[in-house]
């Protein structure tokens, strides 16, 4: 599939270093230190059934910002993210509102795409649907069957084929819950703890066989189409190998999402499959997590279409954490617009304070853990005050734009 088009990332001098990033794993920080020089990232990508929010926003400005704090770090990224494009809630949308699932899906990834340039997203070098993966699903399945860890259930209508969890080496070390929590949240986010036939509850499905008026494809295991993990699971080890860098997406990925792929991951290929699973903070509005299937969204492209400028959207989730939960409101397109505004005049001015400070404490707060809040701190106080440099303006608006990917 196609991304879309990168934006133009300023080369600082570099003076090497590394980022230190949260594992949720390890629940502790750990270093990325990529083999070869090259960090391989797999980031999870929407499910296309509706337009971008800004919880998805704030997820992908977040990995952004890693991208960016990695290239400042010297090393080469190799970046992938998947589309689930083909999927139950895609394809419950699309027969409710009367819609064919495949141009819905088009639709919204054409609107994703816009919505990312806009807000100067660094694109993936490989952007994945889950149809156009489903070749290399199929082979992910056929190799965890040889392991034994993958079974069909006895049903005469739909004998589907699930992977048993249980068998995969350190099940459960991502997500920590108690049996019963897992199974509260693997029902609540797209599991079938009931299903009938299954080794245990929370296995998970791996390819579905074909219902009427569903998708399906042909393959070794029957008519069908890939589950949801699987297609995570075999994107990643096909575009960047086993034991890559770091896994991401949002903290409502932990579980069941992440723990599937990162089990099925280990069970395939005998290594780990990521060195370190990173998770972004949940947006809300009005009290709930903001989502598709609640209906409480705030578009990126409607808060475009209504005047906001891409920059203030941005500078107005990068003032949070990554990995806080907040609430959107009002006030905060209003003060990032402001602050925007003030960075803007901070950078015209015939002269302001040498850069080389400024950039040495943007690179140290990004580097620990990603703290884009302490950074702009240090903006507003490099913007308050004044100097003699001539050359600081350019300089901090290219360091700006290189490490926050804000173009002032
Ligand atoms: N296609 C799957 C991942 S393989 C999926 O979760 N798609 S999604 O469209 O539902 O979400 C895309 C990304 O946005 C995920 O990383 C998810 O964690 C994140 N996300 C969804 N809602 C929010 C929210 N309210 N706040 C922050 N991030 C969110
Ligand atoms: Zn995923």
């Known amino acids: 599939m196609r991304a879309w088009t990168a934006p133009h990332v300023p080369t600082l001098q570099t003076a090497g270093g590394r980022l230190r990033i949260h594992d949720t794993a390890l629940d502790d920080l750990v270093e990325v230190e990529p083999d070869n020089n090259e960090a391989r990232v797999y980031v999870c ?3 296309p059934y509706d337009a971008t929010h800004l919880g998805h926003a704030n997820t992908y400005v977040a990995y952004d910002l890693m991208y960016r704090t990695l290239l400042d770090c010297g090393h ?18 699309a027969a409710q509102t ?30 994945v649907g889950a149809v156009e993966a489903i070749p290399s699903v199929i082979d992910l399945i056929e190799s965890l069957k040889l392991t034994g860890a993958v079974y069909q259930v006895e049903d005469d209508d739909y004998p589907d084929w699930y992977f048993e969890v249980r068998r995969a080496p350190g099940f459960g070390r991502l997500s920590k819950l108690s049996d019963s929590e897992a199974l509260a949240l693997f029902a609540e986010r797209g599991g079938d703890p009931e299903r009938a036939g299954k080794r245990d ?33 075999a994107i990643a080890l096909q575009h960047l190998g086993a034991d890559f860098d770091v896994q991401g997406g949002g903290s409502d990925l932990v579980f069941p999402h992440h723990e599937m792929c990162a089990a099925e991951g280990a069970l395939a290929t005998r290594q780990p499959f990521a060195k370190a699973y990173v998770h972004s903070g949940m947006v809300g509005l009005h009290g709930e997590k903001m989502s598709k299937s609640r209906g409480n969204l705030v578009l990126v492209s409607r808060l475009r279409a209504s005047g906001a400028d891409p920059m203030a959207i941005r500078l107005g989730l990068l003032a949070h954490h990554y990995r806080t939960d ?11 617009q402001h602050r925007l505004q003030q960075w803007r005049d901070a950078v015209a001015r015939p002269s302001a304070p040498s850069a080389g400070a400024l950039i040495d404490e943007l690179r ?9 809040p302490a950074a702009l701190a240090a903006m507003d106080a490099w913007a308050a005050q004044s100097g003699d440099d001539p050359d600081a303006g350019a300089a901090v608006t290219e360091a700006i734009d290189a490490l926050l990917g804000v173009r002032l």
């Open 45 to 47: 990508g929407i499910t």
């Open 76 to 93: 080469r990224v190799l970046y992938t993210q998947n589309v689930t494009d083909v999927d139950d809630p895609l394809l419950e949308r």
């Open 98 to 127: 009367g819609v064919n699932w495949e141009d819905l899906a088009e639709d919204q990834v054409v609107l994703f795409r816009e919505d990312m340039t806009a807000l100067r997203v660094l694109p993936p070098q490989h952007y």
């Open 201 to 233: 509850p929370l296995d998970c499905l791996v390819w579905r066989m074909e219902r009427p008026g569903e998708p399906a494809w042909d393959s070794r295991l029957g008519r069908g189409r890939p589950g949801w993990h699987i297609e995570c699971t």
């Open 326 to 336: 907040w609430e959107w409101t009002a006030d905060s397109l209003r003060e990032a």
């Open 364 to 372: 140290a707060a990004l580097r620990a853990d990603l703290d884009a």
